[in-house]
């Protein structure tokens, strides 16, 4: 039977899959996690158990003029940079598998805003210079120190506290703001730090 392409709206003779790239959005009403996939949601939030209502495409237009945008990428690279120096200065093979982990993680949550909200980063971004190196280790380590008697549950109790910050900011920054699509955006992203803190007391609890 005569279908139609629900990305390039080509008309097909059969039913089968045109554009097998195609990409859904959707977000948890309760919690408003947003979430991407190549197949329409179905169930309910992992995160929460709420229901799911599938996004239509929104016009952001240039991601970094809106704050919630650019606090988001900012926490993210803070963190990302702190396990980046931190993997280097561990001298224990143990805490550096595990700052290793932690930093692949938040690469992962780079890619993943620049997924959602098109908030792409230059590769240079990415990268620290040796005057850069020395200008960020004196306040990204200030409530940690990387060294053999740090405890690998203290590594990831600094990264706990890290996302719950990110995650409070957020919601703080919602609740001062009217309905809209700037408060919509805070409260996705503090969506956003509870999955990571999810993950983390799950790491948590197995290290204990």
């Not at 940079?81 to 093979?93: C, G, M, N, T």
Request: net charge negative.
């Amino acid at each position: 039977m005569p279908s139609t392409c629900p990305k390039c709206h080509r008309v097909l003779d059969q039913d089968e899959i045109c554009c097998a790239q195609i990409r859904y959005t959707w977000k948890c009403k309760q919690c408003h996690k947003l979430s991407t996939g190549f197949a329409l949601p179905y169930g309910k939030c992992f995160l929460c158990g709420g229901d799911l209502a599938v996004v239509e495409s929104r016009e952001l237009g240039d991601p970094m003029r809106l704050a919630a945008i650019r606090d988001a990428v900012q926490f993210e690279l803070n963190a990302f940079y702190f396990y980046k120096l931190a993997r280097e200065q561990a001298a224990d093979p143990q805490h550096r598998l595990v700052l290793e982990r932690l930093y692949e993680a938040e690469l992962d949550h780079l890619h993943e805003l620049g997924e959602k909200y098109h908030a792409h980063l230059d590769a240079s971004v990415m990268e620290i210079t040796p005057e850069a190196e020395k200008l960020l280790a004196g306040w990204l380590f200030r409530d940690l120190a990387v060294s053999d008697d740090s405890s690998i549950l203290r590594l990831y109790q600094s990264a706990l506290e890290m996302e719950c910050r990110t995650r409070d900011h957020f919601r703080k920054l919602a609740a001062g703001l009217p309905e809209g699509l700037e408060k919509e955006l805070c409260l996705e992203l503090a969506s956003e730090e509870d999955e990571h803190i999810a993950m983390l007391e799950t790491e948590i609890e197995q290290v204990n």
